[in-house]
């Protein structure tokens, strides 16, 4: 339902969609971690007032359960893991 709102909102310009909650996709980069991220502009007569309109922001979406567990901890493994797979 959210994601729906967001891509028929006439402000809403909607950049990428990923979508790792689909069960096709590789979550091996992510520790399993499972969400669908929505890069967007907000083009309004306010955002062009306010020379902001192109910038672009993340909306994360995520299942309850998964946000539930979403801890600092959860996150700090999740950083360690994407700097050593830098290295």
């Known amino acids: 339902m959210a994601i729906g709102m967001i891509m028929t909102d006439s402000e809403v310009q909607l950049l990428r969609v990923k ?4 069960p096709d996709c590789d979550v091996t980069m ?8 929505l890069n967007l502009r907000i083009v309004t007569k ?3 007032m306010l ?3 192109t910038h672009v922001c993340e909306v994360q979406l995520v299942l309850r359960a998964f946000g539930e567990v979403n801890d600092a901890e959860g996150n700090n493994r999740l950083r360690r893991i994407h ?3 830098a290295d």
């Open 19 to 22: 979508n790792s909650l689909n």
């Open 30 to 37: 992510s520790a399993g971690y499972r969400s669908v991220l």
């Open 46 to 48: 306010e955002t062009e």
């Open 51 to 53: 020379a902001c309109e």
């Open 83 to 85: 700097d050593l797979m």
